[in-house]
């Protein structure tokens, strides 16, 4: 299907029906979600990509205007979390970057949108800029079908006639708050889009607006899905937080200590689905910078001294194991790196701590904590999975 190295993972985006908004072992759907590397490009520099995202996703709201024009940033495309999502009916699949950090739903970057006697054009325009890339195009209402057979009914969607930077993709399933759509609508600049959560929700199809985001570690290029991952023990929530702007997304404050040194003191920072890797604001290191991935490097033996990597949220410690906070060394090569050396995926976001969004808590702690977030509660969820600390890397 895709061009580009496809990396299929057991990546699964559940959403809760259950009573309570915190039990959602026994979720509707399952999403499965690819990861896909883009190496056709030559040499994907996993921490430039990682950081220019943190760097936008800082800039939105700083002035009415910017908050207008939505400046978030997705992608580019070197690496992105796909899922296959079916529009209209019959349905076209899309192939949809799975996005926390922001909300709108669009098609159309790719696959051009197919129009069947669910597709109402609503006459808006929309447009969103993301920093790394953009679209503009016509809202329409049309029918959304999600995992095996869950269909939403008139659910707002983007139909891009132009879009910049979404190449092999066919646009954004955006899963974030539902705040970051206002601007979006040119005529309508303070109406907000109902998300997909919030119809899913509004419709019956679950009981409270919650999404959990189960993610498994794969070393395999073209993994199957398998079975959806899921969490062990409880789920302990906090407060989402009031410092700007990680407050305009899933931010939470959390502190972060090395073995038991403290390496960043309680601020505030994000969960994001978008971020491959954990970005934490002035990260201090003895491992050695890699030109090629832009990733640390460190030798075997540092490897084997490594502690874990404690995020401390509220009064949970989530221990990242040494394992955890390697890139799989099988997948090296296809981050142009070498199979002789073992790359971190914790790097630096590339700006000092106290900006409001010091930290993000991306994909590889996704894969190892299960995550929960909840719009009812304005919370977010964290526990332990079957893979926390196994040794997959
Ligand atoms: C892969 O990256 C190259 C260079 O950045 C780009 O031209 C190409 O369109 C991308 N392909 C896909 C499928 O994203
Ligand atoms: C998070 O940290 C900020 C800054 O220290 C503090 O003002 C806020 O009360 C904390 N908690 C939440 C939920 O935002």
């Known amino acids: 299907m895709f061009p580009a190295a496809s990396l299929l993972t057991t990546l699964l985006l559940a959403l809760s029906i259950a009573a309570s908004p915190v039990e959602i072992r026994n979720s509707p759907i399952t999403l499965p979600i690819a990861r896909r590397l883009n190496t056709s490009g030559g040499t994907i520099n996993l921490l430039q990509h990682d950081q220019s995202r943190a760097a936008a996703l800082k800039n939105v709201g700083e002035s009415t205007l910017s908050r207008r024009t939505g400046s978030i940033t997705v992608t580019n495309d070197a690496v992105s979390y796909i899922a296959a999502v079916g529009v209209g009916s019959p349905a076209t699949t899309y192939y949809l970057?799975?996005?926390?950090?922001s909300s709108n739903t669009w098609v159309g970057a790719d696959t051009a949108y197919v129009k069947t006697s669910t597709s109402v054009d609503t006459g808006e325009a929309v447009a969103v800029d993301y920093g790394s890339g953009s679209f503009s195009g016509t809202e329409y209402t049309d029918t959304v079908t999600l995992g095996d057979g869950l269909t939403i009914t008139a659910q707002s969607i983007g139909v891009a006639d132009r879009s910049e930077g979404f190449t092999g993709v066919d646009g954004i399933i955006g899963i974030g708050p539902l705040d970051l759509t206002e601007g979006t609508l040119t005529k309508e600049p303070?109406?907000?889009?109902?998300?997909?959560t919030d119809n899913l929700y509004s419709q019956g199809i679950i009981s409270e607006t919650v999404v959990g985001v189960s993610f498994e570690p794969t070393t395999s290029e073209s993994?199957?899905?398998?079975?959806l991952t899921s969490y062990t023990g409880d789920i302990a929530y906090t407060p989402l937080t009031t410092t700007y702007p990680a407050s305009y997304y899933w931010g939470i404050n959390e502190s972060i200590a090395y073995g038991s040194?403290?390496?960043l003191a309680e601020t505030a920072g994000i969960v994001d689905t978008g971020t491959t890797l954990i970005l934490i604001a002035s990260i201090c290191n003895r491992a050695t910078e890699d030109d090629t991935t832009g990733l640390l490097r460190i030798t075997t033996t540092q490897y084997d001294d490594l502690e874990d990597l404690n995020f401390v949220v509220g009064s949970n410690t989530y221990a990242l194991t040494p394992n955890g906070q390697i890139w799989p060394r099988a997948l090296n090569t296809y981050i142009g790196g070498s199979t002789d050396y073992i790359y971190l995926i914790v790097s630096s976001i590339g700006t000092p701590s106290g900006e409001g969004l010091d930290f993000i808590n991306g994909y590889t702690f996704l894969e190892r904590f299960y995550s929960v977030f909840d719009t009812t509660t304005s919370q977010v969820g964290f526990a332990t999975t079957a893979y926390t600390d196994a040794t997959t890397n």
């Not at 970057?97 to 950090?101: F, L, M, P, S």
């Open 190 to 196: 303070d109406t907000t889009i109902p998300t997909v």
């Open 223 to 227: 993994d199957a899905n398998g079975e």
């Open 261 to 263: 040194t403290t390496i």
């Open 97 to 101: 970057i799975v996005d926390t950090g």
